[in-house]
C-alpha cells in the first residue's frame, strides 16, 4: 500500500495558475511522467510507483522555493495568493509555508515493484 499526500497535516496544498495544476499534480504528471524526470536510480526507462512518488514529494518543495528566490529577486513578497489553496487561508510562502508532500509505504515481501509508466 502507498500513500501520497499532497502536504503535512498543518499545510495546505497550494496550486498554481500558471501551471495550470497544483504544485503536486504538475511534479507526477508532467515531469514526472511526461518529462520521464521520476525515472531515477537506476535509469531504465521505467517509472516504479517509490520512484514517482519520491520524485514528487522531493520537486513539490524545489518548486516553491524557486518561486520564492524569484519574487526576492524582484523585489517582492510572496504569499501565494495568486495561488490559492484549495481550502483554508492563504500561505505566506517565506513563512514555513512551502508545501511539503509525504508519501507512506506499507510493502509485503514477496510484493512485485510497481510499474507506473514506461515509454
Known amino acids: 500500500m502507498y500513500i501520497l499526500t499532497a502536504a503535512q497535516a498543518y ?3 497550494l496550486e ?3 501551471l495550470g495544476h497544483g504544485y503536486l499534480t504538475y511534479s507526477l504528471v508532467e515531469e514526472g511522467l511526461k518529462q520521464m524526470s521520476a525515472d531515477r536510480t537506476p535509469r531504465d526507462n521505467q517509472v516504479f510507483l517509490s520512484e514517482w512518488f519520491d520524485f ?3 520537486r513539490v518543495p ?3 522555493e524557486a518561486r520564492i528566490k524569484e519574487a526576492r529577486r524582484l523585489g517582492r513578497k510572496l504569499s501565494f495568493a495568486d495561488d490559492p489553496p484549495k ?3 492563504s500561505v505566506d510562502a517565506e513563512e514555513g509555508g512551502i508545501q511539503q508532500p509525504r508519501v507512506f509505504y506499507r510493502r509485503e515481501l514477496e510484493a512485485q515493484p510497481l510499474i507506473v509508466a514506461k515509454p
Request: proline share 7%.
Open 11 to 13: 499545510q495546505a496544498a
Open 87 to 89: 481550502s483554508g487561508p
Open 16 to 18: 498554481a495558475a500558471q
Open 56 to 58: 514528487a514529494t522531493m
Open 62 to 64: 524545489e518548486m516553491q
